[in-house]
């Protein structure tokens, strides 16, 4: 079975501070791909990352970088100088090779203080 | 690009009448469409997975019956919820995907109040 746990629930900073929101998954599969999503009050998820499972390599996009662990299976996000438009829910998924769904974690509720 | 808009955005409706809420992709061809419901301050719950051309797949607990999925075309699909009561008021997320894309895209969902 595929399972995402996202043990932060409400993670409360004051602006220009960095962030990590947690991710851990389970898979028994050799090849998947993980997925972080951005769900403003307006409720539209919004794609951040796609990450594929051979690929362990980091990735920066301006003030996101995503660390991707397979050893420990986590695929952590951190928001650098942090904004109040940061604000918002941040679900980690993750999908199996082959397989059409997607497996969600519970979301972290991320708020950003001016 | 990957662009899916759903619609209504919010609908209001009465006890015992049926809603259709549409989702269409774009700028692209989804073979695939998914249909989530998310209940406040909570994960996204699969509903069912709408292949074009074929009959939905229905996640366990889901009702068939209830919320009846059509997938006619590769940039259309549509979810009716049959006789609405109030406890189906929630908002409905889609999202759709093709074989080559590796990501699913979301619509903006529909946020369902039944009185």
């Known amino acids: 079975a595929q399972k995402v746990t996202q043990a932060q629930t409400e993670i409360s900073v004051v602006e220009k501070e960095d962030v990590t929101l947690d991710c851990v998954y389970e898979t028994r599969d050799t090849t998947y791909y993980l997925f972080w999503y951005k769900q403003p009050p307006s409720g539209e998820l919004v794609f951040l990352i796609r990450r594929n499972s051979f690929d362990e390599q980091n990735e920066i996009s301006g003030r996101y970088s995503w660390n991707f662990q397979k050893s420990t299976s986590s695929f952590n996000f951190t928001i650098t100088a942090s904004q109040v438009v940061d604000s918002a829910v941040y679900f980690c998924a993750l999908r199996g090779l082959g397989a059409q769904k997607l497996v969600f974690g519970q979301g972290t509720r991320l708020t950003i203080n001016p | 690009g990957a662009v899916v808009s759903q619609h209504p955005s919010r609908v209001i409706c009465k006890s015992g009448t049926s809603v259709k809420i549409e989702c269409r992709s774009l700028d692209f061809q989804a073979t695939t469409m998914f249909w989530y419901r998310q209940f406040p301050k909570q994960s996204l719950m699969l509903m069912a997975t709408?292949?074009?051309?074929?009959?939905?797949?229905?996640e366990q607990g889901v009702e068939k019956d209830k919320f009846l999925i059509n997938h006619a075309s590769l940039t259309l699909s549509t979810l009716t919820v049959t006789s609405a009561h109030p406890e189906d008021s929630s908002f409905y997320i889609c999202?759709?995907?093709?074989?080559?894309?590796?990501?699913?895209?979301f619509g903006p969902g529909t946020r369902l109040l039944v009185l």
């Open positions: 709408s292949n074009e051309g074929s009959k939905a797949t229905y």
């Open positions: 999202s759709a995907g093709t074989r080559s894309k590796e990501t699913q895209y």
